[in-house]
């Protein structure tokens, strides 16, 4: 007797580089994988945006990617989940839902001005209080006060700005819903207690309340059908339902099996992302918080997703190896091997500290927990002995440093963390870095049997949302987890101390980091605190 397709779903998640989308059956066995790159827009120094029609343009490719790759009497798609990359302002649409302007993503810091004018004119206190969250060009509320003072005629035409897994959903549905973590996820206008827009806060930054969409809904509901002309161009049944997604750190940190209080996870890749689930936060800690992509129990708790991150993680790696290591690229050309595998064999046996050298890995500025576009990357304590192994493990190590900061951060006031700590992502391939990560943090390093991504944490609320999967499987996720790293007590000893000296050598530094990366010249808002929005 002939088989029935198995139930299966779609998940996708749109990076800052690239979309990637994965076709899972029901039990999490993935059946497809297929991804499309694209380049970020960088026109002036410090901004960073992108059209989201190319984003749009890559889910439909990756949506067909691999349907192209299972027979229809394999598969029978019951739900899509579109994840994406924090996009910052969001996306300011029109009456019609048309694009007025590229979205201003996570990486743009070209808001200073209007951080100033936040830091002069807004009762920090009483944001930090409702929103959990702090004052930064990397928030989304900074950069649409950017495109209000900046780009007048986009604001007046603005009718609501849409993060880019909304945009995405409203097009291939015709319904506009924002999940709570990517409201939650734009800062200063959403109030993390009550779940809801501030007004309070809007009326603060001068945002009009109607340009944030009346729909907010969890990341596994259902926004609505596949319409009919979407699901013709995608092969996929009409009225096929569109499951909200999320933030892509808080799903892929999902996929990674955190689900309850206390998990927590380090992404690191090209950027480093640590994030955990808490009940509560507190702003001045630092860190970022959203509402979390999955709660089991609707009447239960609403935990957070908290985290923190460097710019520069893996971005830092790549500049050393690029900048200074053209002999290990050469060789590693001629033998066929990746350039990072010599670097490491040298880089493996030196001690703890590279023999007196510390690298701070601020080269875009830097996120949680310091906070400053004005920060910059430095090798403290260079000398004749040292070599491009020292200066390589230095950099692996000045990440593992910023990865600990941040972990610290999260800890107060919080309690415990899981002992163990999850690492997923292009550096969790490196055996050294997993090493040098367990012994600077004091926790065993896990790493995923899977090649997981945030696409398989869409295609999990993908399942949930439609009643595929229950609760207690999303809790048990489609991973596996593996030991790569044991803490070593004596290296962790003297990485203590090495941690401290790298925490002091910011605040000792930031004075010469500024006079060499002076602001641009402040030009006030027109818009005052407490006038009515227009």
């Not at 029901?26 to 992108?50: C, F, M, N, R």
């Not at 290990?328 to 880089?347: F, N, R």
Request: include cysteine; charge should be negative; proline fraction near 7%.
């Amino acid at each position: 007797m002939k088989q029935p397709p198995a139930a299966c779903v779609i998940g996708v998640d749109i990076g800052t580089q690239s979309t990637k989308a994965v076709l899972v059956r029901a039990d999490g066995q993935i059946l497809a994988q297929s991804s499309q790159a694209y380049q970020v827009e960088t026109p002036k120094p410090l901004w960073a945006q992108q059209w989201p029609d190319v984003w749009l343009d890559a889910v439909v490719a990756c949506i067909k990617g691999v349907l192209a790759q299972v027979a229809p009497a394999q598969a029978a798609i019951k739900s899509i989940c579109v994840s994406s990359l924090y996009g910052g302002s969001g996306i300011p649409v029109d009456a019609e839902g048309k694009a007025l302007y590229p979205c201003l993503i996570w990486m743009d810091r070209r808001a200073q001005d209007e951080v100033r004018w936040v830091r002069d004119n807004v009762d920090l206190e009483r944001l930090f209080h409702i929103t959990g969250n702090g004052v930064d060009s990397y928030y989304g509320y900074t950069k649409m006060l950017w495109l209000r003072e900046k780009e007048p005629v986009v604001w007046a035409k603005t009718r609501q700005f849409l993060p880019p897994n909304s945009y995405v959903n409203a097009r291939l549905t015709g319904e506009v819903a924002v999940d709570h973590s990517s409201a939650g996820n734009i800062g200063g206008v959403y109030d993390v207690a009550q779940r809801g827009w501030s007004a309070e806060a809007l009326q603060m930054l001068g945002i009009p309340q109607s340009m944030m969409p009346a729909r907010l809904v969890a990341s596994s509901e259902v926004v609505g059908g596949l319409l009919p002309a979407w699901a013709e161009r995608l092969g996929l049944p009409a009225g096929t339902p569109v499951v909200a997604g999320g933030v892509d750190a808080a799903v892929a940190t999902l996929a990674a099996g955190a689900a309850q209080p206390g998990n927590h996870v380090a992404m690191v890749g090209t950027s480093m992302c640590w994030g955990t689930i808490r009940p509560s936060v507190d702003a001045r800690h630092g860190l970022i918080s959203m509402p979390h992509v999955f709660n089991g129990d609707s009447n239960g708790p609403k935990d957070l997703y908290v985290f923190g991150g460097a710019i520069s993680a893996g971005a830092s790696v790549t500049w050393f190896r690029e900048t200074f290591c053209q002999a290990e690229i050469a060789a590693g050309k001629t033998l066929g091997v990746d350039p990072h595998s010599l670097l490491e064999k040298d880089a493996a046996p030196l001690p703890p500290g590279s023999d007196g050298i510390l690298f701070l890995p601020y080269l875009m500025g830097e996120r949680s927990p310091i906070w400053d576009a004005q920060a910059s990357g430095a090798f403290v304590g260079l000398g004749l002995h040292h070599g491009r192994a020292h200066l390589y493990r230095a950099v692996l190590e000045g990440v593992g440093f910023a990865l600990r900061h941040n972990i610290e951060a999260g800890l107060r006031g919080m309690g415990t963390l899981d002992h163990r700590l999850v690492v997923v992502g292009g550096a969790s391939h490196s055996d050294l870095w997993m090493q040098i990560m367990a012994d600077i943090t004091g926790r065993p390093v896990f790493t995923l049997a899977e090649d997981v991504e945030a696409s398989l944490g869409a295609a999990l609320l993908a399942a949930y949302g439609v009643g595929l999967i229950d609760a207690d499987a999303v809790r048990k996720g489609w991973v596996t987890p593996v030991l790569r790293a044991e803490p070593n007590p004596e290296a962790h000893a003297a990485y203590n101390d090495l941690f401290a000296q790298y925490v002091d050598l910011y605040p000792a530094l930031k004075p010469a980091m500024h006079r060499l990366r002076p602001p641009g010249p402040s030009r006030p808002p027109t818009h005052s605190p407490g006038d009515p929005p227009t």
